[in-house]
Structure formats: C-alpha cells, structure tokens
T-cell receptor, first 113, second 113 residues
Framework: DTAVSQTPKYLVTQMGNDKSIKCEQN?????MYWYKQDSKKFLKIMFS???????INETVPNRFSPKSPDKAHLNLHINSLELGDSAVYFC????????????FGPGTRLTVL | AQSVTQLGSHVSVSEGALVLLRCNYS??????LFWYVQYPNQGLQLLLK??????LVKGINGFEAEFKKSETSFHLTKPSAHMSDAAEYFC???????????FGKGTTLSVSS
C-alpha cells in the first residue's frame, strides 16, 4: 500500500499553461505539506495544511494555490507556469504533534519548456 | 530561526569503510532533528530522528546519529558502507512551530568497490 502518492510522476508543459499535481495519503494524518526541490536538490517548504486549513505559506508566488478537498488530499495548482517553476515537487504528511516524522511521496518532476 | 548546515556536499568512501556525514544545526529552542535519505528518482525516506529521548539514535539500514548539544551537531554514521548506501542524504530540523522541516543542502554519498 502506498502511504503518500502523487500524480503525475512526470509533467512536461509549456510556459503560460496551468497545471495541477495531486497528492493523497492513506495514513490518516491531519497535516500535509508541499515541498519544492530545485535543480541543486535543495528542498524548501511551500505550504503546510492542517486538517484542511492553511497554516504556512512560505513566500510562494500566488500563482501557486494549494487546495485540500479533504484531509487525505492536498493538490497543488499552478497558474501561468514559468521556466523557473521547473523542479521536483514533493507532497508529505504527518501527524500534527511536534517531533513527528513526515512521510514523503515519490515526487512530481515538472518541466516547463 | 532554525537552520541546518551540512558540511561536505559530496562524500566518497570505499565499500566497508566508515561513513560520516556531518550536520550542524542552529536553533533557539530544543531541536527536533531528522536524517532523510533520497535514492535516485525517489522520495525521501526517514533514516532516524532525534526528539530528546536519547542522544544516540539508531536508525534503519545500520545508520546512527549522535546529538551533541555542546557542538550543535547531529552527525550521521555507519560503521561499514555498502554499495546500496549510495544516495543523497538530508539533515533537517523542524521549525519552532512544528509546521515544517528546514533542510540542509544535502550530501551525496558515493560508495566504490
């Protein structure tokens, strides 16, 4: 059973397009996250959601909008894609208590041409 | 604010040799620290975590790490490297609110036969 899954695994698109990445977790966690890994493999938090409510939004352009239809899903919608958006995007989830580990999805490699 | 510094972006060892990956942290509060491993084209997998229970933490695949408050360090070690250990390793500290992980820049471990 996959704990945290993401679709698609690869996404190639043109500048200016709008795209979505889906994330689902079956761990029963209340908190979900989106991280961006750039070409130098640096990982940075983008969003954190607790029980469908946004609790952190780290200096992310408003072209990025997370949407959580229920606590098992946190999708990432990106408008007007730019070349600099090319990266690997990871979804993660955890129980909300401080110190709990985060479980990561396999990642979505986004390439903007 | 919390931060993590990983010394050495690339570490090369021979099979059977000691693995030492360095991580220093900065935190104004007692930290929660994590080591994750990322194999090529995969998500992140937790190796071990420190949550103040014990300073020497044992993880999966024979890895362990020691929390040293006086040195603000949380170095990862493994007595004998295997070829399968070749991967990217990330040290991370949980932010003060417990809402995100702050990652170091990663260390690439290469293992030669």
């Amino acid at each position: 059973d996959t704990a945290v899954s993401q679709t698609p695994k690869y996404l190639v698109t043109q500048m200016g397009n709008d795209k979505s990445i889906k994330c689902e977790q079956n761990l029963g966690h209340d908190t979900m996250y989106w991280y961006k890994q750039d070409s130098k493999k640096f990982l940075k938090i983008m969003f954190s959601y607790n029980n469908k409510e946004l609790i952190i939004n780290e200096t992310v352009p408003n072209r990025f909008s997370p949407k959580s239809p229920d606590k098992a899903h946190l999708n990432l919608h990106i408008n007007s894609l730019e070349l600099g958006d090319s990266a690997v995007y990871f979804c993660a989830s955890s129980a909300p208590a401080v110190g709990n580990e985060q479980f990561f999805g396999p990642g979505t490699r986004l390439t903007v041409l | 604010a919390q931060s993590v510094t990983q010394l050495g972006s690339h570490v090369s060892v021979s099979e059977g040799a000691l693995v030492l990956l360095r991580c220093n942290y900065s935190s104004s509060v007692p930290p929660y620290l994590f080591w994750y491993v990322q194999y090529p084209n995969q998500g992140l997998q937790l190796l071990l975590k420190y949550t103040s229970a014990a300073t020497l933490v044992k993880g999966i695949n024979g890895f362990e790490a020691e929390f040293k408050k006086s040195e603000t360090s949380f170095h990862l070690t493994k007595p004998s490297a295997h070829m399968s250990d070749a991967a990217e390793y990330f040290c991370a500290v949980q932010n003060q609110a417990g809402t995100a992980l702050i990652f170091g820049k990663g260390t690439t471990l290469s293992v030669s036969s």
